[in-house]
């Protein structure tokens, strides 16, 4: 008796384990760009997350993916405007949130980089912020015992290569699912909006939805943000990548999912405050990526609080808290030893 | 009866000769060459164009999509990506099989859009290798390096990576040489003397991203390669 329940418990206990990865796709959301990692990826996940959380995969092993995208700030981080990278130097722009990934087709602020499985080499090898190179990483994992029986897990095969560590990346990264807000609860019939929300909502439909369209809350294509220039920075948007005059200053348009755990706001985190960037658009004339000019109304005040009601609905704290995103419990210090590293620097 | 035994063992042996070369490689040597001398890392080079010698540090690029051609008949292609490096020489050598005879031999310098276009790969395409831009996503497909006392960049250091797949300045271009009749290997030369000489180093030490120029030096880099004869 005491061995079936034991049996059942196992079960149940590793089934649960698994939920989040089986249940990827929300029912409400669109196909998604790239195909949401299944069952089958679960050991590659589970490298992706510690490679993502160990800073041993900067130049002097003090930044990880982490340190810019925490999981308690939607994957984004608060304590800067602008990356804050190894050297304590600073970046360009505001490290953007990562989640639901999967139904984007380019990423950064400026679309540099066309494919989600190269996407973490840009970090890695970047100066300013981990400061290191993929072969450098590849050479460090490889002295690793720890490492080498979890590329095994991951891909039947010890030998660990970039082509391998980028794959483990990305599949954790895919795995950033945010589909549990209020607004989700609200489409689904589990829960209502309160009034002012329901006319925040209405607001949002009329004024913001062409560029920030549910239920991912943006297109994802390129946009201007009518800001000027920071000539600290002289940051041209996509045109650095393009080099094409119509592209400039224009910027990925992001998500509005989870705002309340991913300010500052904009690509160089010049709003802390949602209102703040309320008062930035309210009146403004723009132009939508298709090229459609309009000007958006002189919000009132009330207006503003309704909209930002609204915008609290989309904040996902099931997300934000899911234990399965969280710092992985092999890289505590106790641990510390199976993943201990050598460097050739 | 010895005479006839002597006679088909001959023959037999013959046959398994011809055989033996029927099924033998194919092979393309990738010959890097100054003045048709070949090239040696940090050894120094005289340019005429430059008014000074010149060092290599690196010298790397991708060949792929390798296809023979028999009378407008193009196979599927024999080798795909691969990493051309003077630091090692095993790289220099591309060998295939085939069965059937081709008079010609057609490749990218280069890559496919698809490969350029596709996610992350690995062997000579895994962005360990340091070919991969990272601030910008695609391959750097042509890496020259190196340093000529006369420039006043940092450490008097030259640096080409050229790249980029976009129209209408996709680097990746299409070759096709004809192949002598028979010739189980051909030298593919490259010369950097001539390269050298048709390129303002002074001027433009240094070129990183894609564009017009990343095309147009390119073209200069193409342009010095020929199929030999051993």
């Keep these: 008796m005491k061995k079936t329940l034991f049996v059942l418990l196992l079960f149940f206990s590793v089934g649960f384990s698994f939920l989040h990865i089986a249940s990827l796709q929300p ?40 340190s810019c ?31 639901n990934l999967a139904w984007q087709s380019v990423f950064m602020w400026d679309g540099a980089i066309h494919h ?26 490889s002295t690793s015992p720890f490492y080498r029986n979890e590329f095994y897990a991951a891909f039947g095969d010890s030998l660990i290569s970039g082509e391998k560590s980028l794959l483990a990346l990305s599949a954790f990264q895919l795995s950033l699912v945010s589909s549990q807000s209020k607004y989700d609860k609200v489409l689904q019939g589990l829960d209502a909006y309160t009034p002012m929300e329901a006319k925040g909502f209405e607001l949002f439909q009329q004024h913001c939805r062409s560029c920030h369209l549910d239920p991912l809350f943006s297109t994802y294509a390129f946009a201007s943000n009518q800001l000027p220039v920071d000539t600290s920075l002289m940051d041209m948007g996509r045109m650095a990548i393009t080099e094409a005059k119509k592209d400039s200053l224009l910027f990925k348009i992001p998500s509005l999912r989870n ?21 930035h658009y309210s009146g403004r004339s723009l132009q939508s990526p298709e090229g459609q000019k309009r000007i958006l109304p002189s919000f009132t005040s009330n207006e503003k609080t309704e909209i930002i009601a609204f915008l609290l609905c989309l904040d996902d704290l099931e997300f934000v808290q899911n234990k399965a995103h969280q710092f992985p419990k092999k890289l505590l210090p106790g641990r510390r030893e199976a993943t201990r590293m050598s460097s050739k620097n | 009866m010895m005479g006839k035994a002597l006679f088909l063992s001959s023959f037999f042996c013959l046959l398994g000769m011809l055989g033996q070369a029927q099924n033998s490689p194919y092979e393309l040597e990738v010959r890097l060459l100054w003045k048709e001398a070949p090239i040696q890392l940090e050894k120094n080079y005289y340019s005429n164009a ?20 028999q009378s407008n008949r193009v196979s599927e292609a024999v080798l795909d990506a691969k990493l051309i490096d003077l630091s090692d020489s095993s790289s220099m050598h591309l060998s295939w099989t085939n069965e059937e005879a081709f ?67 996709a680097v990746s271009k299409e070759l096709n040489f004809t192949w002598v009749k028979d010739a189980r290997k051909q030298l593919l030369e490259i010369d950097l003397y001539r390269f050298f000489e048709s390129i303002d180093l002074k001027s433009n030490p240094t070129l990183m991203s894609a564009g017009e120029k990343a095309f147009r030096m390119s073209e200069a880099w193409t342009a010095v390669f020929q199929l030999k004869e051993p």
């Excluded at chain 1, 499985?117 to 050479?139: C, F, L, N, T, W």
């Excluded at chain 1, 706001?265 to 309320?278: E, N, S, T």
């Excluded at chain 2, 008014?51 to 023979?68: A, P, V």
């Excluded at chain 2, 276009?117 to 190196?146: F, N």
Aim: charged share 20%; hydrophobic share 35%.
């Design chain 1, 27 to 66: 029912t409400h959301f669109p196909a998604p760009q790239y195909a949401l990692p299944t069952l089958s990826d679960s050991s590659k996940i589970a490298l992706g997350r510690l490679l993502f959380y160990d800073a041993a995969l900067s130049r002097d092993s003090s930044i990880s993916c982490s």
């Design chain 1, 69 to 99: 995208h925490s999981p308690y700030n939607a994957f984004a981080h608060t304590d800067h405007d602008l990356s804050h990278g190894i050297d304590d130097q600073i970046g360009l722009r505001n490290a953007p949130a990562l989640f």
């Design chain 1, 116 to 141: 989600i499985e190269v996407q973490a080499a840009a970090p890695i090898s970047h100066p300013k912020e981990m400061g290191s190179s993929i072969a450098e990483m590849v050479s460090r994992l």
């Design chain 1, 259 to 279: 705002l309340s755990y991913s300010y500052p706001y904009m690509h160089d985190g010049r709003f802390v405050k949602l209102r703040q960037v309320l008062d």
């Design chain 2, 50 to 69: 430059l008014g000074d010698s010149l060092q290599f540090s690196s010298l790397r690029f991708y060949l792929s999509h390798l296809q023979l051609i």
């Design chain 2, 103 to 169: 008079d010609s031999i057609r490749f990218l310098f280069g890559l496919t859009d698809e490969i350029q276009k596709q996610g992350v790969a690995g062997g000579d395409l895994d962005p360990q290798k340091g070919m991969y831009w990272t601030w910008k996503s695609g391959y750097i497909l042509c890496k020259i390096e190196g340093s000529s006392p006369s420039l006043s960049t940092r450490k008097n250091q030259f640096v080409f990576h050229l790249g980029g797949y976009e129209s209408p300045y």
